[in-house]
């Protein structure tokens, strides 16, 4: 099982693909609490160059609280990250968690039912790209 679903995106530039991963997300009901660029922070931190790789912590607000109400630990696994990285080529990759293979250690019957709805809009957001 894959922990993701992605999509290789060819005609877009990095920020725009960014900015359309982001209305996306809004679509489903999902804000972005987190927007890690990880090209800016490793070259700050350590001098290393690697291509522009952002990570997007979204939230769907109504499924967090339910599944906090079921699982109290399970702010551990949140938000629902998602990737945006250029790749050698220059094509523009995003992939988004699938929370049925992150959560899969976690027997609860209610947090899987929100892991099912979940993903289904995080798949939904991908295919969209």
């Not at 952002?54 to 079921?70: M, V």
């Amino acid at each position: 099982m894959s922990y993701y679903f992605n999509k290789v995106l060819k005609t877009r530039d990095f920020n725009d693909a960014v900015v359309h991963v982001t209305n996306e997300l809004k679509k489903e009901g999902f804000g972005v609490l987190t927007d890690i660029d990880v090209k800016e922070t490793l070259k700050k931190k350590i001098d290393a160059d690697i291509r522009p790789y952002r990570i997007l912590g979204a939230c769907h607000p109504q499924s967090a609280y339910k599944a906090l109400q079921s699982e109290n630990k399970i702010g551990t696994m949140l938000p629902c990250n998602f990737i945006v990285q250029e790749l050698e080529n220059g094509d523009i990759e995003v992939a988004g968690i699938d929370p049925i293979a992150s959560m899969s250690s976690v027997k609860n019957e209610t947090l899987g039912e929100v892991a099912v709805n979940i993903r289904e809009k995080i798949k939904k957001v991908v295919d969209n790209l």
